[in-house]
Each structure stands twice: as structure tokens, then as C-alpha cells.
């Protein structure tokens, strides 16, 4: 019996990894499909207050609704056992007057099985319209837009695998594009009690011609680790957190790290950096957890005299 469930793991282990490096293959190769600058670089930025407080090290960190954006394998994490369903809203204030929405929502089916949706917007409002020198001729606003829906399955024990297929839109002025992205994550916490290891593969798929120019996804892998401490005779807890991500049409990939220390699950302090970002370094938040509800906020500070980012996030767990 135990060589039966010995080979059953080793074999849905093969499964899964082969799987994932097709993924990765798959990215690379939409990758080196053409030139130039990726697009829908929303699709790079972070979706939850608790992430972007820790530098978006997600990869083995996310769960709940916020796994529709950085791992859909985290959509089973049990972070929050005994709660089958759980509502993200977040709000975020960034660069030159944007403004970016999430709308996520979890839902557990039973012990294998977790479902999620999710909406993504960012706007940019006020953009002159200018075709001649002199007074602008009026304004606009620039809009980009994700709706995906997300599936994950635990394979065994503390492996899991999900999947998020987005919808994807894009208008700027007239002109506009549709698309269609997948997003491909794993996570595994067997090795060593209290760390999980995450990995994901994002923005694999294809837009329609913009203004006939070919627009790319941002196609992407990120991987880390997430190693959380209990502390009982302080009812306290700290999770330390390390992701690598890569846009594969770029050359330089990002580091990021990220903390997080809790008081009987109700009070969180939060803090991370991004070590190769052209435009964000540090970042703090806190969260504060009272019954179903919850309250997260980030602050990131964007460098090259950019000002600073302020993201609020309200959760509903029952």
C-alpha cells in the first residue's frame, strides 16, 4: 500500500512538472514570437493590499480571492481554515492620476477543489487630446481590463495546482483590443513545516492587432517561498517571504521580499522591497482582522520623483 500511494504522488509530480515547464515554454516562445514592448503592464502591477505592502512576493504567500491574480494554486491554501468563502475589494492610487480596481471572490468546493473570479481594471482619466499646438481639444480616458476565472486542485496533500483564464481589454482614445490570457501556478508545502513553495507562469495568450501594431502579453514566471513562524506563548505570527519574477520579453528580473507579523490574528504589520525596479523599492502596510471582516492597506514609494502609491483593500471571510 504505501509503494502504491509512494508511486500515485511520484507520478502526479511528473504530471504536474511536466505540465508547468510546457507553460514555461509556451511563454518563452510567445516571448521571442515578436518585437518590441510588452503591453498591459497592469497585468504586471499587484492586487492586493497585503501583497503590494510586501513587494508582491506572492508566488508561495497568496491565498484567498488575491491567488486569482498571483497564483491560482493559492486558492486552496488553507490560510483561513473553516472559511469557504472570502470577498477582496481593493482600491489603489498610483502613477500620473491611475487608478487601478480588483474584484475577487473564493469560493471552496469542498476539501480538493476551490473556484475563483475576479475583475481587474485600471484607468487613466484626463489625457489631453492634442493635434496642433496650443489648447488642448479635449480629454480622455484610458482603460484596461481583466475578468478571469480561476480553478485550483490539491493533487495530495499540501500540492496544489490552479488555473486562471482572463478575458482581456484594452481602449485608448477610439482604438481598442481584446485578448485572451492564461495564468498557471503551483504550490507545495511538504519539505519543511511551515514553508511553501510557489510558482507561477502569467499572461500566456494573445491580444488582437491595436491600431494594426501586434500587441504582447507580458508574459512572465515568478517563483519563491513563503515560510511562516507560529508563536503561540505570544499568539503571534511572522511570515517571511522571497519571490524571483521574469518578464520574458525583458532582460532584467526582479527580486522581491516581503514580511508579515501578526497578533492574534487581528493586528499585521507588514513591510517588503524590489530590488531591479525601474520604478518601486520599498513598501509598508498593516491589516486589521475583526470578525469576517478586514481592512488592508499599502504604501509603496515609487522612485524617480514618481510620488508615492496608496492601496486599500476590504475583505469579507465566512
Known amino acids: 500500500m504505501q509503494h502504491y500511494r509512494t508511486s500515485s504522488l511520484t507520478l502526479r509530480t511528473a504530471i504536474v512538472s511536466v505540465f508547468f515547464v510546457s507553460a514555461v515554454l509556451a511563454g518563452a516562445s510567445q516571448a521571442r514570437a515578436g518585437a518590441g514592448a510588452t503591453g498591459l503592464a497592469f497585468l504586471k502591477l499587484g492586487a492586493s493590499a497585503r501583497g503590494v505592502a510586501m513587494g508582491d512576493a506572492m508566488s508561495g504567500a497568496a491565498s484567498g480571492a488575491a491567488a486569482t491574480f498571483y497564483n491560482p494554486a493559492g486558492l486552496g491554501a488553507d490560510t483561513t481554515i473553516g472559511k469557504d468563502f472570502e470577498f477582496l475589494f481593493m482600491h489603489k492610487e498610483w502613477i500620473q492620476d491611475s487608478r487601478t480596481e480588483f474584484l475577487g ?9 476551490s473556484l475563483g473570479v475576479s475583475v481587474l481594471t485600471t484607468t487613466v482619466a484626463d489625457i489631453e487630446i492634442r493635434t496642433q499646438p496650443g489648447e488642448a481639444q479635449g480629454t480622455f480616458t ?37 485578448g485572451l490570457g492564461v495564468d498557471a501556478g503551483m504550490q507545495y508545502e511538504g519539505l519543511i513545516d511551515g514553508l511553501t513553495l510557489g510558482a507561477a507562469v502569467a499572461n500566456i495568450g494573445k491580444m488582437a492587432e491595436f491600431r494594426s501594431e501586434p500587441l504582447k502579453l507580458p508574459a512572465l514566471i515568478r517563483a519563491g517561498a513563503a515560510y511562516r513562524l507560529d508563536i503561540p506563548d505570544l499568539q503571534s505570527s511572522a511570515i517571511l517571504a522571497g519571490d524571483i519574477e521574469n518578464v520574458f520579453a525583458e532582460s532584467q528580473p526582479l527580486a522581491r521580499i516581503g514580511g508579515e507579523c501578526g497578533f492574534r490574528d487581528l493586528f499585521f504589520v507588514r ?47 465566512f
Not at 471572490?105 to 477543489?113: E, P, S, T, W
Not at 513598501?283 to 522612485?303: A, C
Open 271 to 317: 513591510a517588503g522591497y524590489q530590488f531591479g525596479s525601474e520604478g518601486r523599492g520599498l513598501s509598508l502596510g498593516g491589516g486589521l482582522q475583526y470578525g469576517v471582516f478586514g481592512v488592508d492597506y499599502g504604501f509603496s514609494r515609487l522612485s524617480n520623483d514618481l510620488g508615492n502609491g496608496h492601496t486599500v483593500a476590504l475583505r469579507v471571510e
Open 105 to 113: 471572490a473564493r469560493m471552496r468546493l469542498g476539501k480538493q477543489h
Open 142 to 178: 484610458s482603460r484596461d481590463l481583466g475578468v478571469g476565472l480561476s480553478y485550483c486542485y490539491e493533487l495530495d496533500p499540501g500540492l496544489r495546482i490552479g488555473l486562471t483564464a482572463r478575458f482581456l481589454y484594452e481602449q485608448i482614445l477610439v482604438d481598442d483590443a481584446q
